[in-house]
């Protein structure tokens, strides 16, 4: 399987909005990480769902543009563009590191 499986279905099913999809891309023990950080943001993939339901699929304008992918080893390095979530649009860096066919922690860098 190849390591970008995981975070190309991710990424379609959250411009899709589709919550069960996205969600089946991540482990059990997911942690996520908005850098800087000393903490994660989110543990376990039971949070992660209430997080995007909550806060990210139910805005109509939420969308991502890939503007590139990097692939080192089983980590993938997203550069994107965010849009809906303030007035103008989010660079970011998200960085994910793929552990038996899923996202087991992902890493995000904002401009």
């Given at each position: ?8 279905k991710q990424f ?83 960085v994910f590191e ?14």
């Amino acid at each position: 399987m190849s390591v970008t499986l995981p975070v190309e279905k991710q990424f379609a099913a959250y411009n899709a909005h589709d919550l069960p999809a996205f969600i089946a891309c991540f482990s059990e023990n997911f942690t996520a990480w908005r850098m800087p950080a000393d903490s994660p943001s989110l543990t376990g993939k039971t949070a992660l769902a209430e997080f995007y339901r909550d806060h990210r699929f139910n805005n109509a304008n939420l969308r991502a543009e890939l503007l590139s992918r990097t692939v080192l080893g089983n980590h993938v390095f997203d550069h994107e563009v965010i849009y809906g979530l303030q007035a103008e649009p989010i660079e970011s860096i998200a960085v994910f590191e793929i552990a038996d066919g899923l996202i087991q922690t992902a890493w995000f860098y904002f401009a």
